[in-house]
């Protein structure tokens, strides 16, 4: 539309495609003087952590950027994330904000749609975690540095689809540890319960059982996968240990990490043979050390 004015409607016409000449070259000519630096990897002689030796570089880097829990969060349009407060992600304390699991500590508040929001009033937080300043120092230092922050974290997670739309960045498939909490907020598997629903789907993504299989095929595939933490919240628990067996099925899959564990937080039978340790609350019996109401003594 450049150049037009509103006198004359003969200007508002649409105008022909200018014909481009094939050896046009798309970008701005780079100047002479600038064209030995451009796209160049400046050496870094001048720099002390350069003159280090590459493994303690790789110690520094790890202690920048890794061996920590990054809680990921759903922004507007893009994915954040906030280095947990807590010595580990197993002392990061668990919380129910009323919508879904959460950790008060560490991941502020979201909105209904599970999107982060800034903790009170006017305390803005970093959500890059702090790693960015290294990481964007230069050409050399990222490429050492980056596959410990992939390797070498927890990455936790809150939001089914959060985890979808991490998958496809390209160095996921380094991630060695996995922290997953979620709250079943909707029957899943349980036909009979999503039909008095009566709403056509009776569940919506996230909350529905495609984006559930399709989150235990992407964990499944992940190579180099050794640790998965996943903690389950579901008030009413299930009505039916066969639809608590469906929902459990893609699970099955994860056979990669050596060490597996899934909390929940109902009760109910043991399974045995499965790639995961099912952990259920402990149900303290009525008698010891406590009266018939359950009151101690
Ligand atoms: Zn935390």
């Given at each position: 539309m450049r150049g037009h004015s509103l006198t004359g409607i003969a200007k508002m016409a649409p105008r022909p495609l200018a014909v481009r000449p094939p050896e046009r070259s798309l970008t701005i000519p780079?100047?002479?003087?600038?064209?030995?630096?451009?796209?160049?990897?400046?050496?870094?002689l001048q720099s002390r952590l350069m003159s280090l030796p590459l493994e303690l570089r790789q110690m520094i880097y790890r202690s920048v950027v890794g061996d920590s829990t990054m809680h990921m969060i759903l922004k507007e349009n893009k994915l954040g994330h906030l280095r947990c407060k807590a010595p580990s992600a197993i002392q990061c304390p668990l919380g129910f904000n009323g919508r879904t699991l959460s950790r008060e500590c560490c991941w502020g508040t979201v909105d209904s749609a599970n999107i982060w929001a800034p903790r009170r009033g006017n305390v803005v937080e970093p959500t890059d975690g702090d790693i960015l300043p290294l990481l964007q120092t230069c050409r050399q230092i990222y490429s050492e540095s980056i596959n410990y922050l992939y390797s070498t974290n927890t990455f936790s997670f809150s939001d089914l689809d959060c985890l979808r739309y991490f998958s496809t960045t390209p160095r996921f498939s380094l991630i060695q540890t996995l922290d997953i909490e979620w709250c079943l907020s909707w029957?899943?598997?349980?036909?009979?319960?999503?039909?008095?629903?009566?709403?056509?789907?009776?569940?919506?993504?996230?909350?529905?059982?495609?984006?559930?299989?399709?989150?235990?095929?992407?964990?499944?595939?992940?190579?180099?996968?050794?640790?998965?933490?996943?903690?389950?919240?579901?008030?009413?628990?299930?009505?039916?240990?066969?639809?608590?067996?469906?929902?459990?099925?893609?699970?099955?899959?994860?056979?990669?990490?050596?060490?597996?564990?899934?909390?929940?937080?109902?009760?109910?039978?043991?399974?045995?043979?499965?790639?995961?340790?099912?952990?259920?609350?402990?149900?303290?019996?009525?008698?010891?050390?406590?009266?018939?109401?359950?009151?101690?003594?």
């Open positions: 780079v100047p002479e003087r600038l064209q030995e630096k451009r796209g160049r990897t400046m050496d870094q029957p899943i598997y349980d036909p009979f319960a999503q039909h008095l629903l009566l709403s056509n789907p009776a569940l919506f993504p996230p909350h529905d059982e495609a984006t559930w299989e399709e989150t235990w095929r992407i964990v499944a595939a992940m190579p180099h996968l050794a640790f998965v933490r996943v903690s389950l919240l579901y008030f009413d628990g299930f009505r039916d240990p066969r639809c608590e067996g469906r929902m459990l099925a893609p699970l099955w899959g994860v056979t990669r990490p050596k060490r597996f564990e899934v909390h929940v937080s109902w009760s109910g039978d043991e399974v045995e043979g499965a790639p995961f340790q099912l952990i259920r609350p402990v149900v303290q019996e009525v008698g010891e050390g406590e009266d018939e109401d359950g009151e101690q003594w």
